[in-house]
């Protein structure tokens, strides 16, 4: 038997072993030393809590070695769980595809870092430091997929999903459109539709509350002055994630693999966050501002009415052990 939890863990550490392993072997055969970044991560969030590494010399050379392992093998692991429960969710990538996502992410949470922090900037590497970043974290991907796909889960056996036709995709599309307007209409959409119940593709009352709380509280805090871009380093992942779950839950709904549906979702949320940062600007020398924002969000729910009502009542397939 396994759980989601174990397997993610299970994968992340395989997965960290393999990037490890690839970024020793190329140090040894390259003869260059270890790179400097991890513990530079561990001084600069020391310095943002106002806090330094304790003791001097060696002794502080050694805790920050040890803290930026850890650090490391955080990343590894909690990468791995994510894998696991986007696909026990029903969201199941073809394993190259997999591979390339699960090594991108832990990449992403090093490198995003660096950039956050100030220690450097991704954009300003070589070739040559972007194959030393590159290349272990795909080993990474490859070995937390294989664990990935070796070991189904409970809840993957008893549901197995068929491939996502074009009106499930289509309709993922659109909800994703409306999500980057509104970025809690991507699950706002498919929990305030779903057939009471609990279980895939259902919503329980006290569920449907809250999310009708959720959608309520960003329609009223979109029209408050300081609200960030959508298109802002805050603004803008929200709504990706926002088109992602939208189409995870209209594929759940429909019992279809939700790896399409998902990714269709969250470029159209891209889309759409553009195109409604662009609508305001267009709207802000021709009307009031609230105005134009109301507009945007009948235009939004429109949107994510027309791919969420349709098939709302049709049940998820499910496999009956025997």
């Not at 396994?2 to 397997?7: A, N």
């Not at 993610?8 to 997965?15: F, N, R, T």
């Not at 809690?184 to 259902?202: D, M, Q, Y």
């Amino acid at each position: 038997m396994t759980g989601t939890f174990l397997r993610g863990l299970a994968a992340g550490a395989a997965g960290t072993v393999a990037l490890d392993a690839v970024g020793h072997l190329d140090r040894a055969l390259r003869g260059r030393p270890a790179s400097p970044v991890p513990g530079r991560i561990v001084d600069a969030v020391a310095e943002r809590i106002g806090r330094s590494v304790p003791g001097t010399g060696r002794t502080q050379e050694f805790r920050r070695s040890a803290l930026a392992a850890l650090a490391g093998l955080g990343n590894g692991l909690g990468v791995g769980v994510l894998a696991s429960a986007v696909r026990s969710s029903g969201v199941r990538f073809p394993a190259p595809v997999g591979a390339v996502l699960a090594g991108a992410t832990s990449a992403a949470a090093t490198d995003l870092a660096v950039a956050g922090l100030g220690i450097g900037d991704p954009r300003t590497w070589s070739a040559a430091e972007w194959a030393a970043d590159v290349v272990p974290h795909l080993a990474y991907g490859a070995a937390a997929q294989a664990v990935l796909e070796a070991a189904p889960t409970d809840r993957e056996r008893r549901t197995p999903r068929r491939p996502a036709g074009a009106v499930v995709v289509g309709r993922s599309a659109l909800l994703g459109l409306a999500t980057g307007s509104r970025s809690s209409l991507g699950f706002a959409g498919p929990v305030l539709t779903a057939p009471r119940g609990s279980g895939p593709g259902r919503s329980t009352l006290p569920g449907k509350v809250a999310t009708t709380v959720a959608l309520a509280v960003e329609l009223v805090a979109d029209k408050q002055p300081g609200t960030p871009s959508r298109l802002s380093r805050a603004g803008m992942p929200s709504r990706l994630l926002g088109g992602f779950e939208g189409g995870a839950r209209l594929a759940t709904r429909s019992g279809a693999n939700g790896a399409l549906p998902a990714t269709a979702g969250a470029v159209a949320a891209a889309v759409g966050a553009v195109a409604g940062a662009g609508w305001r600007r267009w709207a802000a020398d021709r009307m009031p501002a609230l105005t134009a924002a109301l507009i945007e969000d009948g235009a939004a729910l429109a949107l994510a009415a027309i791919a969420c009502v349709p098939g709302r009542r049709r049940p998820a397939l499910v496999a009956v052990p025997r």
